[in-house]
């Protein structure tokens, strides 16, 4: 049984930095394409990034240059570390893991192509 395990969700302040960790049991996150994903009460659950089994990175463009998705295949974990944050980044923010190797362009921005996830860690930036 695959699970997932968010943490290091907290408040910061506006400009700040904090560190987000996905420990996964019963899947390799070397192997598969895994994402982290937020969500508001006002706005659907979105993608934010997502790593390929081969370490290949995508953003979406509202994080690009801000946050960095990676991974620790000796921990089976991966990471989220989020920079610059701002007011609009306050969400919960979830891991997620699919079944495919890649994180092909068409199917990582999808909700439905992971079938594993986290419960969630709430990060609220304020200034």
């Known amino acids: 049984q695959v699970q997932l395990a968010e943490s290091g969700g907290a408040s910061v302040q506006v400009g700040g930095s904090l560190g987000l960790s996905c420990a996964v049991s019963?899947?390799?996150?070397?192997?598969?394409?895994m994402a982290w994903f937020r969500q508001t009460p006002t706005h659907e659950r979105e993608v934010v990034a997502g790593?390929?089994?081969?370490?290949?990175?995508n953003y979406v463009d509202s994080v690009k240059g801000r946050f960095t998705i990676s991974k620790d295949n000796s921990r089976n974990s991966l990471y989220l570390q989020m920079d610059s944050l701002q007011s609009e980044d306050t969400a919960i923010y979830y891991c997620a893991a699919s079944h495919f190797y890649t994180c092909s362009y068409g199917i990582w921005t999808n909700r439905g192509t992971y079938k594993y996830w986290g419960q969630g860690t709430q990060v609220t930036v304020s200034s």
């Open positions: 019963g899947q390799l996150v070397s192997g598969y394409c």
């Open positions: 790593l390929s089994g081969d370490g290949k990175y």
